[in-house]
């Protein structure tokens, strides 16, 4: 896909019924039902570049992106281990290793983390709502790219030790973890917002 240059003429819309369709049913795939193959790494690049093309006031970048994939899913896989059982020192053998397991259900998983900068002027807030947007944006180009994902935070996205494992500073948090495979079998369309309980017209 080629990139438009900096300060380029872009179309301020861009009708098109597949996109539409995209959205209209995105639907999410859970972990447990992912598999390989995932995106090789040009296309990697390409949805995290989408991505990061995120609605941002005044240029902040408030969020940065972790890449897991191949046998660094494993080396997470212990830090996940130590996590829990620092949690659960008791824990069954069995659900340790689901623990540890936990990013080899995807090929990738993508760490959205939000990163606020405190001095700028814009307001966290509005920092904050920009991470969101990236991880709706990273979902929104999985599928486009032809994969199926899931946005997750489980317990380790709060969790101290793996906070401090994966070097995140103080102005940082995980905002999800965005699993990205292939689906093993259709997910079913869940229960959508009532429009009427939601809008009002002014
Ligand atoms: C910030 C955030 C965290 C989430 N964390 C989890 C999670 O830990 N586990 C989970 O099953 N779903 C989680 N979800 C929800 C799923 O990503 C997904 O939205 C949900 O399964 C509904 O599917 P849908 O995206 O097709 O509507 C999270 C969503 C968001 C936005």
Not at 68 to 97: H, S, Y
Not at 125 to 131: F, V
Not at 175 to 181: N, P
Request: hydrophobic share 40%; charged share 25%.
């Amino acid at each position: 896909m080629k990139l438009p240059e900096l300060g380029e003429s872009l179309p301020p819309a861009q009708p098109s019924p597949e996109a539409v369709k995209l959205l209209a049913l995105r639907r999410s795939t859970p972990a447990d039902f992912l598999c390989a193959p995932g995106p090789d790494a040009p296309t990697l690049t390409e949805i995290l570049t989408i991505a990061a093309r995120a609605p941002d006031h005044r240029r902040v970048t408030p969020f940065r992106f972790i890449v897991f994939e191949g046998e660094g899913r494993g080396r997470f896989g212990e830090t996940l281990k130590a996590a829990f059982l620092a949690n659960d020192p008791g824990a069954a053998e069995a659900r340790i290793d689901y623990e540890r397991d936990r990013f080899m259900r995807a090929p990738v998983v993508i760490a959205v983390v939000s990163r606020v900068d405190r001095e700028h002027r814009t307001p966290e807030w509005e920092q904050l709502m920009t991470a969101g947007a990236v991880g709706q944006n990273l979902l929104l180009a999985a599928s486009a790219h032809g994969f199926a994902a899931q946005w997750i935070t489980e317990w380790y996205a709060y969790d101290e030790n793996v906070i401090k494992a994966l070097g995140l500073e103080g102005n940082e948090r995980i905002a999800g973890f965005i699993y990205i495979g292939t689906a093993k079998e259709a997910p079913k369309e869940r229960a959508r917002p009532d429009l009427q309980s939601i809008v009002t017209y002014y």
